[in-house]
């Protein structure tokens, strides 16, 4: 039987700093640290439109992070596409976000659809994350995952067209259309 060692924030931060993993791309999940996928121009570019949209439709709300890390529960600091987090920004000057400054997380999906879809929902949901969406090129849809418990999401809808109210700004309108560009 094979056991893994798992490394907690701290280790990980520490490798960062000593610049162990200056050329890696990569991201702790739960412990381990995970190599990430090179990024594809769509990926890219649909990403940077999202985050664009959602600036203006948040504006003076929340901040807009892309490819950001954020600090979760269970050893993990994955760098979601696009993190829509509590203001003052001055919050993440010696740290970044927690799970309760966190109100949606966005994962645009090309080839990572599988661990998108499973084991960051799951992680997601077990940190508190109140919102997380998946955006799904494939199919040109929007998985939208609401109302966290122990480990998974116990609202789940998809998106092909129309239009996705979030939990924290209810009265803001966010239309797929805009999301899919």
Do not use: C
Request: hydrophobic share 40%.
């Amino acid at each position: 039987m094979i056991t893994l060692a798992k490394w907690s924030i701290q280790d990980y931060h520490q490798m960062i700093y000593s610049g162990i993993l200056s050329d890696r791309h990569v991201e702790l999940l739960e412990g381990e640290i995970i190599e990430m996928s090179p990024e594809k121009p769509l990926h890219r570019k649909i990403t940077d439109s999202i985050a664009e949209y959602l600036r203006e439709k948040f504006r003076g709300l929340a901040k807009v992070y892309e490819a950001h890390p954020v600090t979760l529960l269970l050893n993990s600091e994955p760098e979601p596409d696009i993190a829509v987090i509590k203001m003052p920004v001055s919050l993440y000057d010696f740290r970044h976000p927690y799970s309760e400054e966190i109100y949606l997380l966005i994962e645009v999906s090309d080839t990572t659809l599988e661990k998108d879809l499973e084991e960051k929902r799951f992680l997601y949901a077990s940190s508190g994350i109140l919102e997380y969406w998946v955006v799904n090129l494939e199919t040109e849809q929007i998985i939208v995952f609401k109302q966290p418990s122990i480990d998974n999401y116990q609202f789940q809808k998809i998106y092909s067209q129309g239009t996705i109210f979030t939990l924290v700004f209810p009265d803001i309108e966010i239309l797929v259309e805009e999301l899919l560009k």
